[in-house]
């Protein structure tokens, strides 16, 4: 008799110490919408929780990585077996690959800390390198002299691209070397180099906008920024 209930109290005791919550991610720990388009912003995916412990699984916090926002799961506590879903926003920009991440802390004694990661590859028809943005900066912009900088412009898509209507904003800020309408062929691209000579110093802002026929990308802005050194041979 007594070690029947010895065998009992073992039983008993070891069931308790095994007895505990167990957060599960349907589907693995990543989500991937694999390529997408800027246009394609921002990307929606609903992700599911199950509870495949013992005891009552506790969501306690959900941080979403700077770039996505992640909603708050539909249910904080799931009773053993029980399943919640969490709704998640991508916003997208850039190309190629490009990652974030989600955490969820749970009273999982194993996985107390679990990072969720967004993924997707960005392909864009039309690329400017090495940024939209054209920055004037440093000792080599001084008032009264010229000063140029240059990106490149390149058709990443499998079609030919027309690009044309060249603008600038100002108009008569920048000088630019490319021509008012050309074309580019799948993996071509173009070197564009803007030159300004500035009359005074501070800062300056402008914007280059080209047309195109790429149902994706009917224009390319290209920001110009800069700041212009006083030169002390011009009395400003």
């Not at 916090?61 to 879903?85: E, F, I, N, Q, S």
């Not at 916003?91 to 997707?120: A, H, Q, W």
């Amino acid at each position: 008799m007594n070690k029947l209930i010895a065998l009992m109290l073992f039983v008993s005791i070891s069931f308790v110490s095994v007895a505990q919550p167990k957060f599960i991610i349907v589907g693995g720990d990543e989500y991937n919408w694999g390529k997408v388009k800027p246009m394609d912003s921002p990307l929606k995916a609903t992700v599911v929780f199950r509870n495949e412990g013992t005891e009552n699984l506790i969501i306690k916090k959900v941080r979403a990585a700077c770039g996505c926002t992640a909603v708050k799961p539909a249910k904080d506590t799931l009773p053993p077996g029980d399943t919640t879903v969490m709704d998640v926003e991508l916003r997208i920009s850039g190309n190629g690959l490009f990652n974030r991440t989600v955490t969820i802390e749970t009273n999982d004694p194993n996985k107390k800390t679990t990072t969720y990661r967004l993924v997707c590859d960005i392909v864009r028809d039309i690329i400017v390198k090495p940024s939209e943005f054209m920055s004037f900066r440093g000792d080599k912009i001084v008032a009264g002299n010229e000063a140029a900088e240059t990106i490149f412009i390149k058709n990443n898509s499998k079609k030919n691209i027309k690009f044309y209507d060249l603008q600038v904003e100002p108009p008569d800020l920048l000088r630019l070397t490319i021509p008012n309408e050309f074309t580019l062929k799948p993996n071509e691209e173009i070197e564009l180099t803007a030159r300004v000579t500035p009359l005074k110093s501070g800062p300056f802002n402008a914007q280059i906008i080209i047309k195109t026929d790429n149902v994706d990308n009917p224009n390319v802005t290209i920001g110009v920024h800069g700041h212009v050194n006083p030169n002390p041979l011009l009395n400003e």
